[in-house]
């Protein structure tokens, strides 16, 4: 018998109604975004609402029409909150764009997008000029924010004027819940970044997940004064613009300014009581608390995700009476996935050192988010004791099926889930933990570096015979790179670290540079003949390349 049909409403699952509540409902909630000088300007939900319409008409008005993408390049201030409610909510998509990456991949990033028109922080301006003559699909660039249009400003259109000129806010079409709503790169073991598409039913089930987890003492509600570290151009800014507008949070945005200094001074000024952001931020936070102590009364929850949040950063902020949650996602995941919660249950039998290793853990994960933990050697899961490692992999409505115009299937499984790259146990309480990765990658200060596109750089040198990065944990950024390099014969004496650098150097973000180069004689190979870089980083772990580096001057971001 054909089972039966259940007879609810079959309403899109769309951003369009929980902009709407937000908006609707609570009018009066603040955006607030930090100026270069002087006190953050201030907008209420409701102006901001107003202007996402008059935006949507500005962009139909420029052609913009259903699944056309809008690039921004942009910090965390109201003109990008307001593109991530007008671009989606007028049946276009979103294209978040980093604005740390290389000039080069800048370029493959908007020309995959095939983005038509950009928003563009006047701020973002000089990152935009360097490509200026590499976007083949870009037909107008939209400007906004303090600061001038120089340099390449000829062409470019004021957002202001647009707002003001558009008199007739756009509604919001009906929409198809499946149809894309964002876009965001995230970068690939070799080659180009690549794109992630989120759907609106995908942001949707993932605000109502982030909001639903419990992941906060209290929940997420109104009375919630918000403040994303963590830029809007990485992966939704990790979902706390849809989450605060749907549920009526403050946003405070601190646009570029990111020092801690700063940061603290917007946490206490605006009594902040939800932040987040990766551990490169709140080391340096942490370490301006304690030097200088300053009250956060409002403060209940640091969100911290990226990259693992060490035990010392969490006790650290707990001296100051702060509550570090430990979070793990990815840009294929929305990003949300995991969450650290004590267990209620446990609460009772864990000591102090117990409690911190849950804490330190990657946690549980969210409602309707799925993990497994492979053995890639015998294709059986793991066991849940905590002990044994395999190939994280996880599902969800929130998790991406496909990369943007790719066809490759590596990144998955055939019954469908996601190879996330990490290296994973999980415990019989089922906290998470993450031991190592696949992904030949070094993340520093949130950011990804990649070790085949350095070694390739280098092995391009006429002196080098072979060439290996790997990440080395850095207690500032995560971790950092350090090349190891096998001089070809005859050149060791004329090769030098600083000649190595300046190959790099043009072709690199100023952060990809290796922090150390080591000269070595050859480079441990695994059984298959490939780099063995579990050997190298045993290596640099030991301390033992350590008489081998020829004093390679320290890379800097
Ligand atoms: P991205 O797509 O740039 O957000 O990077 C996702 C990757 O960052 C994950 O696959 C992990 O390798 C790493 N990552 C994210 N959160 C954590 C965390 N809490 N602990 C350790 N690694 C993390």
């Known amino acids: 018998m054909a089972p039966m049909r259940g007879r609810m409403m ?36 409701a102006e901001v609402g107003a202007r996402a319409h008059r935006l949507a008409r500005a962009l139909h008005d420029l052609g913009v029409g259903p699944g056309d993408r809008v690039g921004t390049m942009a910090w965390n201030t109201q003109e990008h909150l307001e593109a991530y409610l007008a671009v989606p909510c007028m049946g276009a998509v979103l294209h978040t764009v980093n604005v740390r990456l290389h000039p080069d991949q800048l370029a493959h990033v908007i020309a995959d997008g095939g983005d038509r028109v950009l928003l563009c922080q006047r701020a973002c301006l000089p990152a ?60 690939a073991t070799t080659g180009d970044p690549k794109g992630v598409v989120y759907s609106h039913r995908s942001l949707y089930l993932h605000t109502l997940s982030l909001l ?69 931020i709140w080391g340096p936070l942490l370490q301006r608390l304690d030097a200088e102590p300053t009250p956060l009364p409002g403060l209940r929850g640091i969100l911290c995700g990226g990259a693992a949040a060490p035990p010392t950063l969490i006790e650290g902020f707990d001296r100051h009476g702060l509550t570090v949650i430990h979070a793990w996602g990815m840009t294929e995941t929305s990003p949300l996935g995991t ?5 209620h249950l446990l609460e009772p039998a864990l000591d102090p050192a117990a409690r911190l290793r849950v804490r330190a853990s990657q946690g549980l994960p969210a409602i309707g988010f799925e993990v497994r933990v492979m053995d890639l050697a015998t294709g059986e899961l793991c066991p849940s004791d905590g002990r044994h490692q395999g190939e994280l992999q996880v599902r969800a409505p929130w998790v991406c099926d496909g990369y943007l115009g790719r066809e490759d299937r590596e990144a998955f499984t055939a019954d469908g889930w996601l190879r996330t790259g990490d290296v ?96 070595v004689d050859a480079i441990p190979k695994t059984g298959v003949g490939k780099f063995d870089k579990r050997a190298l980083r045993r290596r640099l772990a030991e301390g033992a390349a350590a008489d081998t580096e020829p004093g390679a001057p320290q890379g800097s971001r």
């Open 212 to 280: 639903a987890t419990g992941f906060l003492p209290g929940g997420f509600s109104d009375a919630d004064v918000v403040l994303p570290v963590v830029p809007m151009f990485h992966v939704n800014g990790w979902g706390l613009p849809h989450a605060s507008v749907a549920v009526g949070a403050a946003l405070v945005l601190p646009d570029r300014f990111l020092d801690p200094a700063r940061l603290v001074g917007l946490l206490a000024g605006e009594r902040v009581t939800l932040t987040a952001g990766v551990p490169s």
């Open 339 to 343: 969450t650290v919660r004590v267990k």
């Open 424 to 519: 994973a146990t999980l415990d019989p309480e089922g906290y998470l933990r993450l031991v190592d990765r696949t992904k030949d990658l070094v993340k520093s200060g949130g950011e990804w570096i990649s070790s085949v596109a350095l070694e390739t750089l280098l092995m391009g040198h006429p002196q080098v015979d072979e060439a290996a990065v790997v990440g080395q944990p850095d207690p500032r950024w995560g971790e950092r790179p350090v090349a190891f390099v096998v001089a070809r014969p005859g050149a060791e004496g004329g090769l030098t670290p600083a000649a190595l650098l300046e190959h790099l150097r043009p072709h690199v973000a100023r952060y990809w540079l290796p922090d150390r180069i080591l000269f």
């Open 10 to 45: 079959d309403v899109p699952l769309t951003l369009v109604p929980l902009v709407e509540r937000g908006v609707g409902l609570y009018g009066r909630q603040v955006v607030v975004t930090q100026r270069a000088e002087g006190p953050p300007r201030r907008a209420t939900f």
């Open 128 to 187: 935009l000029a360097a490509i200026a003559d590499r976007l083949p699909t870009v037909e107008r660039v939209v400007t906004f924010g303090e600061g001038e249009d120089a340099p390449g400003g000829a062409g470019h259109l004021d957002y202001e004027a647009l707002l003001a000129a558009s008199d007739r806010p756009l509604a919001w079409p009906d929409l198809d819940e499946r149809q894309a709503a964002g876009l965001c790169h995230t970068s």
